[in-house]
């Protein structure tokens, strides 16, 4: 191990400066354009539906189809960035998200109009897997947890612009939905031309025997002072099924499902929420979607801060626990008690929105650089494929069984996830990059065992 000297300090606890925002802003970017995404595809079907006579099966394909493309672009992309390099997947990603936002104006069948959104969607998932390594990367670790979990924060803004965009744009015409879903080529083209000239990650270059590179990097943008240390050399033939060898098994498989059972319930309900509302009986007006927005970007207010004062481990566990109890309570409450059911949906949103930020936290923490992207490209592809499939089913789930039924599954999968974090999650908070991913050892997955309090 390198030693420091009283004049020098490590990657990890050098002071947040301007750079560190400029790489916030660019990856938070991609967020925006996500929440845009999946935010407006609920107001566009509303005009598509009886244009294109779309069936249950099809309403759903197009309601997911930014997911499907999500799972592919985080499983792929992910796994080539950790063998060819962050900054280029960085940049390509939103090269393919412009294109094929913009080709949807052109769209005159379902089928053009899924192929397009999935390919949106791939770019959106290279760059989950990327952005939130990047950063999580060049961030100190003093500031990283708030850093990674503002990801929610911006994506929730994007999907409240998306429901503005959908309200005013769906009023001019019965081809609006055309402008609307091509409308998000502006901020990816935006963050494309941003991104030109910024630099590869030093942990990866460091990881590939390339330090002079990867220590001229640090210099110039944290100061000569500034070391790059405990960065042991990756293993240049390291393959994508070593996240699911002894060492990184138990990381992928938390990190997976907490992901999974936390965001299918929310894509589920929020990609069809006007439907959703008026099934459950709930006013469908500018003004209640205004207050569920509000909360949304409350609630991401709230998990920035509750990432800092909470245990990560804590929040996780509590937070499923709530929400499934809301749920419970959603699906047993009877549709005249209209007070009820707006109080546990407006809590429900509140929590679900606060709670959302660990998605960008944990992944990035959980893995070593050698197969950080890997893991957090797979983290992220196992969501957006459980998103994906909770998604394509609810319009049919609540066709054949009903609100309170559909409402109680989803409930069980949230039950699933506190399961899940109550075994599994760590603790990262407070640990260097480095020591957050190894865990007290890094020879087997046993270190990624809670730590005995």
Not at 82 to 103: E, N, W
Not at 245 to 270: H, Q
Not at 429 to 440: F, H, M
Request: positive net charge; hydrophobic residues 50%.
């Amino acid at each position: 191990m390198q030693h420091l000297t009283q004049q020098q300090i490590r990657m990890d606890d050098v002071p947040l400066n301007r750079f560190h925002i400029k790489i916030a802003g660019l990856t938070f970017g991609a967020h925006f354009t996500d929440g845009y995404v999946l935010g407006v595809i609920g107001f566009a079907l509303a005009q598509i539906k009886p244009q294109m006579g779309l069936t249950p099966f099809w309403e759903g394909m197009l309601g997911s189809s930014a997911l499907i493309g999500l799972f592919m672009g985080s499983l792929v992309l992910g796994w080539i960035s950790d063998y060819i390099g962050r900054q280029k997947i960085f940049s390509f990603s939103f090269v393919i998200i412009t294109l094929a936002s913009a080709l949807q104006f052109f769209a005159t069948t379902p089928e053009q109009l899924f192929l397009l959104r999935v390919m949106v969607g791939i770019g959106l998932g290279g760059d989950f897997s990327v952005g939130h390594t990047m950063l999580a990367e060049f961030s100190p670790r003093k500031h990283r947890g708030v850093l990674l979990g503002s990801f929610s924060v911006i994506w929730t803004f994007g999907y409240v612009a998306a429901g503005f965009a959908g309200h005013f744009l769906t009023a001019l015409g019965p081809d609006a939905w055309r402008w609307l879903l091509s409308s998000s080529a502006i901020p990816a083209l935006a963050i494309l031309l941003m991104r030109i000239g910024t630099p590869e990650s030093p942990r990866w270059l460091m990881g590939k025997g390339r330090r002079e590179q990867a220590m001229a990097i640090v210099h110039k943008y944290f100061g000569p002072h500034v070391l790059l240390i405990d960065e042991a050399p990756v293993m240049s033939k390291q393959r994508f099924l070593s996240l699911f060898g002894p060492k990184y098994r138990r990381r992928t498989a938390f990190n997976s499902l907490f992901f999974v059972c936390l965001v299918i319930p929310y894509f589920a309900i929020y990609t069809f929420l006007p439907s959703i509302l008026q099934v459950m009986g709930l006013d469908n007006s500018f003004s209640t979607d205004l207050l569920l927005n509000g909360l949304l970007i409350v609630g991401a207010l709230l998990g920035i801060v509750l990432t800092v004062i909470c245990s990560r481990r804590g929040f996780l566990i509590g937070s499923f626990i709530f929400l499934a109890a809301c749920l419970v309570m959603l699906s047993i409450i009877p549709a005249s008690q209209t007070a009820w059911l707006i109080a546990f949906f407006a809590a429900f949103t509140l929590v679900m929105s606060a709670v959302s930020n660990l998605v960008g936290v944990f992944p990035a923490e959980s893995f070593p650089t050698e197969v950080r992207s890997m893991g957090v490209g797979f983290a992220t592809s196992m969501s957006r494929l459980g998103s994906a499939i909770g998604t394509g089913l609810l319009p049919l789930a609540i066709v054949h069984y009903g609100m309170p039924t559909t409402t109680g599954i989803l409930a069980l999968v949230l039950i699933v996830g506190a399961i899940v974090s109550i075994a599994w999650a760590p603790e990262t908070k407070g640990l260097t990059l480095v020591d957050a991913a190894q865990g007290p050892s890094s020879q087997t997955d046993n270190a990624f065992a809670v730590p005995a309090k």
